[in-house]
């Protein structure tokens, strides 16, 4: 019934450099990461942009660190519209909301299965979305790293699934694009496949003998070239076929969630009162009409200060209810501070914003600063002194998070990889 498509894990093995693209783990955070010109989390969508629009709900797995998931989506939904750019498209993808919540199932099949059409349908219209992507931590079970059905995609976060358009890609299929003709069981559509040129294919392709993870960051189109070579023929043109879904309204009836009007801004500021050496309170204020229920999400982002080490990550979705003007959030500081603790007494920086907002914009974000605690630099400084260790490479994890990723590998070498799309 579905079409299947395989290839073995050598492919992913043999990849360049993930680019920065693979999520990172708290005490890995690549440097420049993410690469792309973004301006900040809310600014997907440029000012003033009054194209249409692609409003996507994510909802995530909670194990995911909060600020992996913010450049993981940032990076994703930045080649999708890069991607838009290159085929001179007006067409942006914006994410309206990410959710953290537990989904039935391990793994992508496992996901796509356990939810029918309709199941999420009440929150997408809460933040106004017209699309639902589902980010999992897989148990890779079923090699599977995407799938599309109906207005929803599935993907797995983990690193042998980082490809950089993995979501450009199924959102394209939420668009109705297709892959190459050869890769295509249902070919409703007889001009509506991927191409490949300059010796890369582009983001529809599901052709497993070239690297997933260094494809051309557009849809094919004859209009572009690559290498001398046009990137699509009258029959390869994804991106004629998104014009035509995009200045359609009736194209597809999930598209039809309209965006939520904006009622006002937040503001927020620190508390200096109310916070300690281990908490920062943190005032979230709305202005505007403030008779309607509403919700932001405040978030942290390390500049210098390291997440999990120097503070608890933070992504808090705040409610006011109707004529509710002002709530608190705090950032917990790491207390007690950890054995891996940075044995400095510098200060270390983070910011903190508000973003994707249900009727409300925002205003500002905050300069933090945070410092390791003065007991444990003490105690720090006592263990480094009597013994000099050997010159090895040190595991810079020491069995945190970024363990995990060699094990994935090794568990991952048997199994086999492949897309699959089911509507
Ligand atoms: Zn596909």
Redesign the pocket.
């Given at each position: 019934m579905n079409k299947i498509l395989i290839i073995s894990l050598s492919a992913l093995l043999n990849a360049p450099a993930f680019a920065g693209m693979h999520p990172f783990f708290a005490k890995n955070i690549p440097e420049g990461w993410p690469s792309y010109e973004i301006k900040d989390y809310n600014g997907q969508v440029e000012d003033g942009y009054d194209g249409p629009l692609s409003n996507i709900l994510v909802i995530y797995d909670p194990s995911i660190k909060p600020e992996q998931l913010n450049r993981y989506l940032v990076q994703q939904t930045a080649i999708a519209n890069k991607a838009h750019d290159i085929n001179n498209i007006k067409y942006r993808r914006n994410v309206v909301a990410a959710i953290p919540m537990k989904l039935e199932g391990e793994n992508v099949a496992e996901v796509a299965d356990s939810f029918s059409i309709g199941d999420f349908d009440e929150i997408r219209r809460k933040y106004g979305a017209s699309v639902v992507s589902l980010v999992i931590n897989s148990n890779l079970a079923d090699s599977q790293c995407?799938v599309?059905t109906s207005y929803h995609t599935v993907t797995a976060f983990n690193e042998p699934c980082s490809l950089p358009t993995l979501l450009a890609?199924?959102w394209g299929?939420v668009d109705n694009l297709g892959?190459e003709y050869e890769h295509t069981w249902s070919h409703f559509k007889d001009d509506n496949y991927a191409w490949r040129c300059g010796g890369k294919p582009t983001i529809?392709s599901?052709d497993l003998n070239y690297n997933q993870f260094d494809l051309n960051e557009f849809y094919s189109d004859p209009n572009v070239t690559r290498g001398g070579e046009a990137c699509g023929t009258s029959t390869a043109n994804n991106a004629k076929v998104l014009k035509e879904i995009i200045s359609n309204p009736n194209s597809g009836y999930w598209i039809d969630v309209p965006p939520l009007p904006k009622i006002g801004n937040v503001t927020i500021a620190l508390d200096e009162n109310k916070s300690s050496e281990y908490e920062k309170v943190i005032t979230v204020t709305r202005d505007g009409d403030l008779s309607q229920a509403a919700s932001i999400e405040v978030y942290s982002d390390a500049v210098t200060a390291v997440p999990a080490t120097d503070y608890q990550e933070l992504a808090k979705r705040v409610e006011f209810a109707p004529n509710e003007t002002t709530k608190t959030v705090s950032l917990q500081l790491v207390n007690p501070a950890p054995t891996d603790a940075i044995c400095d007494d510098g200060e270390r920086t983070l910011k903190l914003g508000t973003r994707w907002g249900e009727k409300l914009g925002s205003s500002n974000q905050l300069d933090l600063t945070v410092k390791t605690p003065e007991d444990t630099l003490a105690s720090c400084a006592k263990d480094k002194e009597p013994e000099p260790t050997p010159e090895k490479p040190d595991n810079e994890n020491g069995g945190g998070g970024g363990g995990g990723s060699t094990g994935l590998l090794s568990l991952f070498s048997l199994a086999l990889f492949l897309?699959r799309?089911r509507n």
């Open positions: 995407g599309q890609h199924e299929h892959h529809m599901a897309f799309r």
